[in-house]
Protein backbone atom coordinates (compact mmCIF):
# COMPACT_ATOMS: atom_id res chain seq x y z
CA UNK A 1 0.00 0.00 0.00
CA UNK A 2 0.87 3.49 -0.64
CA UNK A 3 -0.50 6.55 0.26
CA UNK A 4 0.20 9.25 -2.09
CA UNK A 5 -1.06 12.32 -0.23
CA UNK A 6 1.45 12.34 2.93
CA UNK A 7 -0.73 12.96 6.13
CA UNK A 8 1.12 16.31 7.41
CA UNK A 9 1.18 15.64 10.88
CA UNK A 10 3.66 12.49 10.20
CA UNK A 11 6.90 14.17 10.80
CA UNK A 12 5.87 15.56 13.79
CA UNK A 13 4.56 11.93 15.06
CA UNK A 14 7.70 10.91 14.37
CA UNK A 15 10.09 13.66 16.33
CA UNK A 16 7.92 12.80 19.34
CA UNK A 17 8.91 9.19 19.02
CA UNK A 18 12.06 10.43 18.50
CA UNK A 19 12.34 12.78 21.66
CA UNK A 20 10.41 11.09 23.99
CA UNK A 21 8.67 8.13 23.14
CA UNK A 22 5.12 8.77 22.65
CA UNK A 23 3.04 10.98 20.51
CA UNK A 24 -0.78 12.45 20.63
CA UNK A 25 -2.58 13.89 17.79
CA UNK A 26 -5.85 15.37 18.42
CA UNK A 27 -6.98 16.24 14.67
CA UNK A 28 -4.90 12.75 12.97
CA UNK A 29 -8.33 11.73 11.16
CA UNK A 30 -11.17 14.08 9.64
CA UNK A 31 -14.74 13.95 11.26
CA UNK A 32 -15.66 12.42 8.17
CA UNK A 33 -14.02 8.98 8.22
CA UNK A 34 -13.51 9.16 11.90
CA UNK A 35 -18.18 8.60 11.33
CA UNK A 36 -17.78 6.42 9.01
CA UNK A 37 -15.39 4.06 11.04
CA UNK A 38 -17.51 4.14 14.60
CA UNK A 39 -20.50 3.29 12.44
CA UNK A 40 -18.67 0.25 11.16
CA UNK A 41 -17.52 -0.13 14.79
CA UNK A 42 -21.28 0.01 16.46
CA UNK A 43 -22.41 -2.38 13.35
CA UNK A 44 -20.23 -5.16 13.32
CA UNK A 45 -20.65 -4.94 17.25
CA UNK A 46 -24.94 -5.22 16.39
CA UNK A 47 -23.86 -8.05 14.49
CA UNK A 48 -21.94 -9.98 16.99
CA UNK A 49 -18.97 -9.53 15.30
CA UNK A 50 -17.02 -8.31 18.04
CA UNK A 51 -15.48 -11.10 21.11
CA UNK A 52 -13.80 -10.98 24.39
CA UNK A 53 -10.20 -9.80 23.94
CA UNK A 54 -7.96 -12.73 25.48
CA UNK A 55 -5.23 -11.94 27.97
CA UNK A 56 -1.69 -13.72 27.10
CA UNK A 57 -1.59 -17.57 27.14
CA UNK A 58 -4.37 -19.92 28.60
CA UNK A 59 -5.53 -17.49 31.07
CA UNK A 60 -9.86 -17.76 32.32
CA UNK A 61 -12.48 -15.88 31.19
CA UNK A 62 -12.49 -14.76 35.06
CA UNK A 63 -8.67 -13.52 34.89
CA UNK A 64 -9.71 -12.22 31.95
CA UNK A 65 -12.56 -9.73 32.78
CA UNK A 66 -10.22 -8.79 36.26
CA UNK A 67 -7.88 -7.66 33.98
CA UNK A 68 -9.76 -6.26 30.46
CA UNK A 69 -13.14 -6.32 29.82
CA UNK A 70 -13.27 -4.73 25.61
CA UNK A 71 -14.12 -6.83 22.64
CA UNK A 72 -12.55 -6.87 19.85
CA UNK A 73 -12.40 -7.98 16.01
CA UNK A 74 -8.93 -7.87 13.80
CA UNK A 75 -9.45 -5.86 10.45
CA UNK A 76 -7.90 -6.70 6.92
CA UNK A 77 -7.52 -4.81 3.89
CA UNK A 78 -10.35 -4.86 1.75
CA UNK A 79 -13.11 -4.84 4.23
CA UNK A 80 -14.60 -1.17 3.71
CA UNK A 81 -13.24 1.79 1.96
CA UNK A 82 -13.70 3.36 5.40
CA UNK A 83 -10.82 0.28 7.62
CA UNK A 84 -8.50 0.94 4.09
CA UNK A 85 -8.80 4.55 4.31
CA UNK A 86 -7.19 4.53 7.96
CA UNK A 87 -4.93 1.04 7.24
CA UNK A 88 -3.42 3.72 4.28
CA UNK A 89 -2.61 6.30 6.64
CA UNK A 90 -1.15 3.86 9.29
CA UNK A 91 0.79 2.86 6.18
CA UNK A 92 1.99 6.36 5.17
CA UNK A 93 3.00 6.45 9.02
CA UNK A 94 4.73 3.24 8.77
CA UNK A 95 7.09 4.32 6.08
CA UNK A 96 7.39 7.50 8.42
CA UNK A 97 9.08 6.30 11.18
CA UNK A 98 11.16 3.73 9.17
CA UNK A 99 12.73 7.00 7.50
CA UNK A 100 13.22 8.36 10.68
CA UNK A 101 13.95 5.94 13.11
CA UNK A 102 15.15 2.64 11.04
CA UNK A 103 13.02 0.25 13.46
CA UNK A 104 12.01 -1.78 10.59
CA UNK A 105 8.83 -2.25 10.84
CA UNK A 106 7.17 -4.77 8.62
CA UNK A 107 3.50 -4.75 9.28
CA UNK A 108 0.46 -2.90 10.96
CA UNK A 109 -1.85 -5.02 12.82
CA UNK A 110 -5.27 -3.52 14.30
CA UNK A 111 -8.48 -4.18 15.81
CA UNK A 112 -11.63 -2.32 16.59
CA UNK A 113 -12.33 -2.40 20.14
CA UNK A 114 -15.37 -1.71 22.14
CA UNK A 115 -15.20 -1.15 26.05
CA UNK A 116 -19.17 -1.49 27.16
CA UNK A 117 -19.93 1.14 30.15
CA UNK A 118 -18.14 -0.09 33.21
CA UNK A 119 -15.02 -1.87 31.33
CA UNK A 120 -11.57 -1.32 31.73
CA UNK A 121 -7.69 -2.26 30.96
CA UNK A 122 -5.26 -2.40 33.77
CA UNK A 123 -2.01 -1.37 33.60
CA UNK A 124 0.28 -3.28 30.93
CA UNK A 125 2.59 -3.18 28.14
CA UNK A 126 2.05 -3.97 24.94
CA UNK A 127 5.04 -6.32 24.42
CA UNK A 128 4.38 -9.66 25.59
CA UNK A 129 7.35 -11.92 26.11
CA UNK A 130 6.12 -14.64 23.76
CA UNK A 131 6.07 -11.56 21.13
CA UNK A 132 8.67 -9.20 21.04
CA UNK A 133 7.54 -8.22 17.26
CA UNK A 134 5.10 -5.39 18.27
CA UNK A 135 7.38 -2.16 18.38
CA UNK A 136 4.88 0.77 18.26
CA UNK A 137 1.27 1.17 19.67
CA UNK A 138 -1.13 3.09 17.80
CA UNK A 139 -4.35 4.15 18.85
CA UNK A 140 -7.41 6.04 16.90
CA UNK A 141 -10.40 6.60 19.41
CA UNK A 142 -13.83 7.35 17.97
CA UNK A 143 -16.01 9.03 20.28
CA UNK A 144 -17.81 11.98 19.91
CA UNK A 145 -18.51 14.87 22.39
CA UNK A 146 -16.38 12.75 24.94
CA UNK A 147 -16.60 14.70 28.22
CA UNK A 148 -13.59 14.46 30.94
CA UNK A 149 -16.83 12.50 33.26
CA UNK A 150 -17.53 10.36 31.13
CA UNK A 151 -14.05 8.26 32.34
CA UNK A 152 -12.51 6.13 30.14
CA UNK A 153 -8.85 7.90 29.72
CA UNK A 154 -6.38 6.38 28.69
CA UNK A 155 -3.92 6.52 31.58
CA UNK A 156 0.32 6.41 30.08
CA UNK A 157 2.83 6.35 32.83
CA UNK A 158 5.72 8.28 31.57
CA UNK A 159 9.50 8.44 32.39
CA UNK A 160 8.89 6.34 35.82
CA UNK A 161 5.07 7.00 36.97
CA UNK A 162 4.21 10.93 35.71
CA UNK A 163 0.29 10.40 34.48
CA UNK A 164 -0.80 11.79 31.20
CA UNK A 165 -4.54 10.79 30.86
CA UNK A 166 -5.81 11.41 27.05
CA UNK A 167 -9.07 11.84 25.97
CA UNK A 168 -10.66 9.33 23.77
CA UNK A 169 -12.02 11.92 21.32
CA UNK A 170 -12.89 10.75 17.71
CA UNK A 171 -10.22 11.88 15.73
CA UNK A 172 -7.32 11.68 18.32
CA UNK A 173 -4.58 9.45 17.83
CA UNK A 174 -2.32 8.34 20.48
CA UNK A 175 1.25 6.35 19.50
CA UNK A 176 3.66 5.15 21.58
CA UNK A 177 6.83 2.79 22.03
CA UNK A 178 5.00 -0.42 23.09
CA UNK A 179 7.85 -1.76 25.23
CA UNK A 180 8.31 1.50 26.79
CA UNK A 181 5.31 2.97 28.16
CA UNK A 182 3.26 1.30 30.70
CA UNK A 183 -0.40 2.32 30.57
CA UNK A 184 -4.23 1.17 31.32
CA UNK A 185 -8.07 2.33 30.36
CA UNK A 186 -9.69 4.11 32.99
CA UNK A 187 -13.29 2.76 33.93
CA UNK A 188 -15.95 4.65 31.14
CA UNK A 189 -19.11 5.65 32.27
CA UNK A 190 -20.63 5.00 28.29
CA UNK A 191 -19.45 2.77 25.50
CA UNK A 192 -15.90 3.63 24.43
CA UNK A 193 -14.87 2.91 20.84
CA UNK A 194 -11.27 2.64 19.04
CA UNK A 195 -8.87 0.94 16.63
CA UNK A 196 -6.04 0.09 18.46
CA UNK A 197 -3.15 -1.31 16.24
CA UNK A 198 0.85 -1.85 16.34
CA UNK A 199 3.45 -1.92 13.68
CA UNK A 200 6.02 -5.00 14.22
CA UNK A 201 9.61 -5.75 12.77
CA UNK A 202 10.03 -8.79 11.36
CA UNK A 203 10.14 -12.30 13.16
CA UNK A 204 13.03 -13.79 14.71
CA UNK A 205 13.59 -17.12 12.70
CA UNK A 206 14.20 -19.46 15.15
CA UNK A 207 17.04 -21.37 12.56
C1 LIG B 1 -4.68 -2.05 24.30
C2 LIG B 1 -4.79 -0.72 24.95
C3 LIG B 1 -5.63 1.53 24.96
C4 LIG B 1 -6.85 2.33 24.65
O1 LIG B 1 -5.63 -2.45 23.60
O2 LIG B 1 -3.63 -2.70 24.47
O3 LIG B 1 -4.00 -0.46 25.81
O4 LIG B 1 -6.84 3.52 24.97
N1 LIG B 1 -5.71 0.18 24.52
O5 LIG B 1 -7.81 1.79 24.11
MN1 LIG C 1 -2.21 -1.61 25.58
Known sequence: MHNPSEHPLLSAIVDDLATRGWSQQSLFLPDELSRALAAECRRRYAEGELNPAGVGRGAGQEIREAIRGDQIQWIDPGESDACDGYLDEMDGLRQAINQGLFLGLEDFECHFALYPPGAFYKRHLDRFRDDDRRMVSAVLYLNE???????????????????????????????????????????????????????????????
Open 145 to 207: GWQPEDGGQLRMFLDGDREHDVQPRAGTLVVFLSGDVPHEVLPAGRERLSLTGWFRRRGNDPF
